[in-house]
């Protein structure tokens, strides 16, 4: 798979250059390009945003340098999303199915945003990570990029897809590892005993009451009946 992120700040990508997608890359299992969009802006000044038509505040990111930048990596299988609060809502269904693509162009957007007619030149997907206002697309592309990514076969143990939390109308269940009691506090007996018919009943009662305190919406309503 292949994810072109198009940005004015190629600096901030850092955190894709670590731990299990640092691995992913390394393997070949993603190619990620940072692409500075201020490169493919005129001289002298390399200009990407201007004053919004019709007034209002801050500075909007100018057509040219984006489209520029898109003609010069776009391939015939390309999928282009635009990250932006207005977007439909990023989830881990999304991800699957964005995971199964093999070509990805992310454009971040900074400041008011970007001129809309280089969103339907190339019909972009708005793609949101939350209702809340970020400076930049920057962090949602590397949101969406890291759930993507290690949806990718063999990124991580293909068992922790499985049982996670969003992989079912479930959250996940507590995790405990070594000391077995740490400052007082054990941990819950029927994980230490082996019975694997038990440990599954029980985790799947803890996903149950958890799912029910932070995310009953996620739940079927026989599961809430007794909430
Ligand atoms: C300050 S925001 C612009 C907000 C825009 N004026 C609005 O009201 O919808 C600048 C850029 O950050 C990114 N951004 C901010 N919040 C985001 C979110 N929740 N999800 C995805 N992208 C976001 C987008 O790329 C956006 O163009």
């Not at 250059?17 to 001289?43: H, L, Y």
């Not at 004053?51 to 003609?71: D, L, Q, R, S, T």
């Not at 269940?173 to 007996?189: A, D, H, I, K, W």
């Amino acid at each position: 798979m292949r994810i072109d992120i198009l940005t004015l700040f190629p600096e901030m990508f850092a955190p894709l250059k670590e731990s299990i997608i640092k691995r992913a890359v390394d393997d070949g299992k993603v190619e990620i390009n940072i692409i500075n969009i201020r490169d493919f802006a005129s001289p002298p000044h390399y200009k990407c945003d201007d004053e919004p038509f019709g007034g209002g505040a801050g500075m909007v990111m100018m057509c040219e340098p984006i489209y520029k930048a898109i003609e010069s990596i776009k391939t015939d299988d390309c999928k282009i999303f635009y990250m932006s609060p207005r977007g439909k809502r990023f989830s881990q269904s999304k991800a699957r199915e964005m995971s199964e693509l093999n070509h990805i162009i992310l454009l971040c957007g900074h400041y008011e945003g970007v001129d809309q007619r280089v969103i339907d030149m190339f019909n972009m997907e708005e793609l949101s990570i939350g209702d809340y206002i970020l400076t930049g697309g920057e962090l949602p592309a590397m949101v969406i990029s890291d759930a993507i990514i290690r949806l990718i076969p063999n990124v991580i143990t293909p068992d922790s897809i499985v049982e996670e939390s969003f992989s079912t109308n479930l959250l996940e269940y507590n995790q405990y590892t070594r000391p077995s009691v740490f400052m007082g506090q054990s941990v819950p007996e029927i994980l230490l005993g082996g019975n694997h018919k038990k440990i599954e009943e029980f985790r799947k009662a803890q996903a149950i009451e958890i799912t029910k305190k932070n995310r009953p919406d996620l739940l079927k309503p026989d599961l809430l009946k007794d909430s």
